[in-house]
């Protein structure tokens, strides 16, 4: 048995180079860290963690100190699957969302670096990958850049091997969007024949997402769908009835 004897939950801000946003958040001027670190009776650590917007962080780290660590602490730490669940029950009253999945998977993520350490595999032999290669991309928040600082981003990204990248879509108005779009694409190249992929995240400012529309026109040859065709708040329930009456959102870039 692994027995859980120590648990402890940190708590960092870690400060940004200059203020982040989108279309859907206040501006980021730091993101949170928070740690849970996991030890078993034998001396084996696991470190988990999970991040914030900078908002949140000090809740996260008083649940996890005060209702998440005392359902840890003697149990056996290869019982991942069984722990989740317990932890899942015990918080249920104060939502299935929000702080609670925060606080869940901070601690769930130190138990499988335990797991893994113990077997001396990496996570994605452990879940059962085939080779431990997937395609990724790259992006950040970058709604607020201008158009140099977009294309010098992206430039970046590509210096450092990346063959996908994503930006933030949502300004005040669908023109801006679009040339964000072609600026982009005419600096990787088009995406035909195993080219570059470009993709979007397209969180929408509020006021736009009642009569949000589709880019009017393909900007080129490459075909890619938006992450999401905006967001809604969770409570809008006529928004979500009429988004579901829609066709989703596709569009060519």
């Known amino acids: 048995m692994q027995t859980i004897v120590q648990v402890e939950n940190r708590l960092y801000q870690v400060p940004l180079a200059q203020p982040l946003g989108d279309a859907s958040h206040e501006k980021h001027t730091h993101f949170e860290l928070v740690m849970c670190i996991v ?3 034998d001396g084996c650590t696991g470190y988990g963690y999970t991040y ?11 649940l996890l100190d005060r209702d998440v660590t005392p359902a840890l602490l003697g149990r056996d730490a ?3 699957e069984g722990i989740w669940s317990d932890l899942r029950r015990r918080l249920h009253y104060v939502g299935r969302g929000g702080i609670d999945a925060f606080a869940i998977s901070a601690a769930d993520i130190a138990l499988w670096d335990i797991r893994c350490k113990r077997a001396n595999l990496p996570l994605w032999k452990m879940v059962g990958g085939a080779n431990g290669r997937a ?12 158009r140099e600082e977009l294309l010098d981003s992206i430039r970046g990204y590509l210096r450092q091997g990346h063959t996908a990248v994503k930006i933030k879509l949502g300004k005040d108005t669908v023109a801006e969007d679009a040339a964000r779009v072609a600026a982009v694409r005419e600096l ?3 995406d035909a024949h195993g080219g570059r992929q470009l993709q979007m995240d397209r969180g929408e400012r509020p006021a736009r997402v009642p009569g949000h529309r589709a880019l009017p026109a393909p900007v080129d040859g490459g075909t890619r769908r938006s992450r999401r065709s905006g967001r809604l708040p969770p409570y809008d329930a006529a928004g979500g009835h009429r988004r579901r009456r829609r066709r989703k959102l596709s569009f060519r870039i």
């Open 135 to 146: 395609r990724a991309y790259a992006g950040g928040i970058d709604l607020d850049f201008s």
């Open 39 to 41: 030890t078993t009776e």
């Open 52 to 62: 914030t917007g900078g908002i949140g962080g000090t809740a996260i780290v008083e």
């Open 78 to 80: 290869a019982c991942i």
């Open 188 to 190: 990787i190249g088009p």
